[in-house]
């Protein structure tokens, strides 16, 4: 039914990624996003934690007051 999330700024060296993610700036910037999907009867169904680069996604907030 609805999504929540928590967005926060991080860099590179304080976040556990793959090997495959070799920054070479350890200061690198990043967004850490934890999103938790609630059902309707507003019990947690999944938990999802991503990590984005740069400019490497776009946001378009809609929020209901």
């Known amino acids: ?3 929540a999330s928590i967005i926060r700024p991080e860099v ?3 976040i556990q990624l ?4 070799d ?11 934890e999103d938790t999907g609630h059902d309707e009867d507003d019990n947690p169904v999944f938990f999802s934690y991503e990590h984005l680069v740069g400019d490497a996604s776009l ?3 809609v929020r209901h007051v």
């Open 12 to 14: 590179a060296k304080n």
């Open 23 to 33: 920054f070479e700036n350890p200061y690198t910037p990043l967004l850490v996003i």
């Open 18 to 21: 793959p090997d495959v993610f």
């Open 59 to 61: 946001f378009h907030v």
């Open 1 to 3: 039914k609805y999504l």
